[in-house]
């Protein structure tokens, strides 16, 4: 047995207290997940549970031990008036399910524990306050694409890009034009915004870089309504861009980090729900001033600093995340937002001390603190470059499928097949409807089917409805009802396919899946992947439509071919994350990709045909990839 009485070391820039990773108990590898146990069938056969273990590292010492370590965690952090309390929260972390039995547990601290798994759903006002105060953030991306989404259909002739009279773009560079000033919030978001990310926060914080943010979201949608050219459009959206970037690579990872692990999937995801709520709500903005004649395109995209507004005002009321203090020293400071952040301070100092647990070894496996430093990391430490290949497909399969050509051109879209611009505007309404309504469900789903089973299941059918309601486009016989309504119904069923997988996942997945120290460039790449080839998407579909191009049916069957590609991106690189803590995640990622892959493909993808293809009664591989707890259990039956 090893001996655990050997000093600990301490990180040098925060103080951060390590654990004596020389020993045999941690012989084990941060890159490496332990490997199975077995468990006995029926049969009385040894059959594997898991083949890799996301392992809770506080039990690899003595409870007595990690009672002492985490008193002397409080002690050397000026937090010496918790020192108790961390030592029965340490004990705690290290079994999570066994609190009842734990004698040294006040009676309202097991209590509250109790509570807390007995309600998923329970937790603090303050964070669900901050949780939903960030989901409105989201609001301003969606508000802003379905303004110009709306305005699409009157600014061009405004600046004489377009017919006055039938409101259709000149063909060659007014196309251009269209789809770079619907482009470029998007490019600059992907190529500026995202990359300031990590200044911003190390300056100012989670709170003060989205107070920072929320400022230019607030400013610049004004100035696009007040815009004399499309020159002077261009430098609005311009700027709009870059502030969208660096909030939608900040929002998620403040979630992220405040949300508890059993439902970050569900609070997170918030985010995404606001984005459609936004988007649904741009749409009613346009509808409501759409009879105010040529100001209308102005009003559409000026109404999108509502939300920026709010959130603005909103956030100096939100505690800083504490994940992000502790990254910065300061974790008394950190452990007064987690207790703000948790119903009961038990809860509190538990995740506060297992979040520092898991910290201290990231900062083992640090190549560099500085910015490109950290960025490199992303690519070349073999456990963040997975997480990386997983946040980057999902970042990109959300622009690969095809939505945002309806986010971004569905007015012009219904306009074309034979809708008048009023009528167009209420078929959009109904797209922005659907979106919220089919995504609330995903809310209760994304933490118990789990992210990649969503993604997996809903692209087939985003293929087949994208594939339909192009060539539904080819219909031009018959009354108007029956040339418009199967191409409306197509792209609503694409939406609600939409809605319950990719949609909700991307941000979510990317926000949680990086280590603490790398999290600002990660989410920034991931932001900057997703953004990019938005603008791409947005800039190249006006002329991709056009009937000398692709035509639309053509442009709608590439998209759809794209849905199969991300699905095999899908299959092959997003690792399940689904109710597992931020710091556990390192784990799940500690899998080499080509086992993964291998697993995935011999394993899993022929047990799936047998059982649900060839309807065969067979059971069920073991996963690849379970939590400790989980293994235990099943051993134990």
């Known amino acids: 047995m090893a001996d655990h009485s050997s000093p600990d070391s301490h990180d040098e820039k925060t103080g951060a207290r390590l654990p004596d990773y020389s020993s045999p108990d941690y012989h084990h590898e941060k890159t490496t997940a332990r490997s199975q146990p077995e468990m006995a069938d029926p049969t009385g056969r040894r059959q594997s549970v898991a083949l890799n273990i996301v392992e809770n590292p506080l039990r690899r010492f003595s409870p007595e031990k990690t009672v002492a370590d985490a008193r002397l965690f409080a002690e050397s952090h000026d937090m010496s008036e918790h020192a108790d309390l961390f030592g029965r929260a340490a004990l705690v972390a290290r079994n999570p399910d066994s609190f009842d039995n734990m004698t040294e547990l006040e009676g309202p601290e097991r209590e509250a524990l109790a509570y807390e798994r007995d309600h998923k759903?329970?937790?603090?006002?303050?964070?669900?306050y901050s949780i939903s105060l960030c989901a409105i953030g989201a609001a301003t991306q969606g508000w802003d694409q379905t303004g110009s989404n709306g305005a699409n259909l009157s600014f061009p002739a405004e600046f004489g890009l377009a017919d006055p009279v039938t409101q259709e773009v000149y063909p060659g560079r007014p196309e251009w034009i269209v789809g770079v000033v619907n482009a470029i919030i998007f490019l600059t978001a992907g190529l500026i915004g995202a990359f300031i990310v990590d200044p911003l926060n190390h300056y100012f914080g989670r709170r003060g870089e989205i107070f920072i943010t929320a400022?230019?979201?607030?400013?610049?949608?004004?100035?696009?309504?007040?815009?004399?050219?499309?020159?002077?459009?261009?430098?609005?959206?311009?700027?709009?861009?870059?502030?969208?970037?660096?909030?939608?690579?900040?929002?998620?990872?403040y979630s992220a980090e405040m949300a508890p692990a059993r439902i970050r999937g569900a609070l997170v995801m918030f985010w995404q729900l606001w984005v459609v709520a936004g988007i649904f709500l741009g749409f009613c903005a346009n509808v409501i001033v759409k009879d105010t004649g040529d100001i209308s395109w102005r009003l559409q995209l000026g109404s999108a600093f509502i939300p920026s507004f709010v959130l603005g005002i909103g956030i100096f009321f939100c505690p800083e995340s504490p994940r992000w203090l502790m990254k910065h020293g300061q974790y008394a400071k950190g452990f007064r937002s987690m207790v703000r952040l948790r119903s009961h301070p038990i809860i509190a100092a538990r995740d506060f001390y297992y979040s520092n647990v898991i910290y201290a070894e990231e900062l083992k496996l640090a190549r560099g603190a500085g910015y490109f430093a950290r960025l490199w990391d992303c690519f070349a430490v073999p456990r963040i470059r997975r997480a990386n290949y997983g946040a980057s497909t999902v970042m990109i399969a959300q622009q690969m499928c095809g939505i945002n050509i309806i986010s971004f051109y569905s007015s012009s879209i219904f306009q074309r097949v034979g809708y008048t611009a009023e009528q167009a505007l209420y078929a959009s309404l109904g797209y922005g409807a659907i979106q919220v309504v089919f995504t609330i469900p995903t809310l209760f789903l994304i933490d118990t089917k789990g992210r990649r089973t969503l993604t997996l299941i809903t692209f087939?059918?985003?293929?087949?409805?994208?594939?339909?309601?192009?060539?539904?486009?080819?219909?031009?016989?018959?009354?108007?009802?029956?040339?418009?309504?199967?191409?409306?119904?197509?792209?609503?069923?694409?939406?609600?396919?939409?809605?319950?997988?990719?949609?909700?996942?991307?941000?979510?997945?990317?926000a949680e899946?990086?280590?603490?120290?790398?999290?600002?460039?990660?989410?920034?790449?991931?932001?900057?992947i997703n953004n990019t080839f938005a603008g791409i998407l947005s800039l190249t579909f006006p002329r991709m439509q056009s009937d000398d191009v692709?035509?639309?049916?053509?442009?709608?069957?590439?998209?759809a071919g794209l849905n199969l590609a991300a699905w095999f991106m899908v299959f092959c690189f997003v690792r399940e994350t689904k109710q597992l803590t931020l710091e556990e995640l390192d784990q799940v990622f500690s899998v080499p990709t080509r086992k993964f892959i291998g697993h995935e493909l011999t394993v899993w993808l022929p047990w799936f045909i047998k059982r649900y293809i060839l309807r065969k009664n067979i059971a069920k591989p073991p996963q690849i990839i379970e939590k400790e707890d989980k293994v235990k259990e099943l051993i134990d039956e």
């Open 121 to 128: 759903w329970h937790g603090s006002k303050m964070l669900w």
């Open 215 to 253: 400022c230019i979201l607030t400013a610049t949608p004004i100035g696009s309504g007040f815009a004399q050219s499309w020159q002077g459009l261009f430098a609005a959206r311009f700027v709009m861009g870059i502030g969208i970037g660096a909030k939608n690579a900040t929002v998620p990872i």
């Open 460 to 510: 087939p059918f985003m293929c087949i409805f994208l594939l339909a309601a192009g060539l539904s486009l080819l219909k031009t016989t018959g009354s108007r009802g029956e040339q418009i309504g199967p191409v409306v119904l197509f792209v609503y069923l694409f939406t609600i396919a939409y809605s319950l997988g990719e949609g909700p996942v991307a941000f979510q997945y990317s």
């Open 513 to 528: 899946v990086f280590p603490t120290i790398q999290r600002e460039q990660g989410m920034a790449w991931a932001v900057c």
């Open 550 to 559: 692709m035509t639309p049916t053509g442009a709608f069957g590439f998209y």
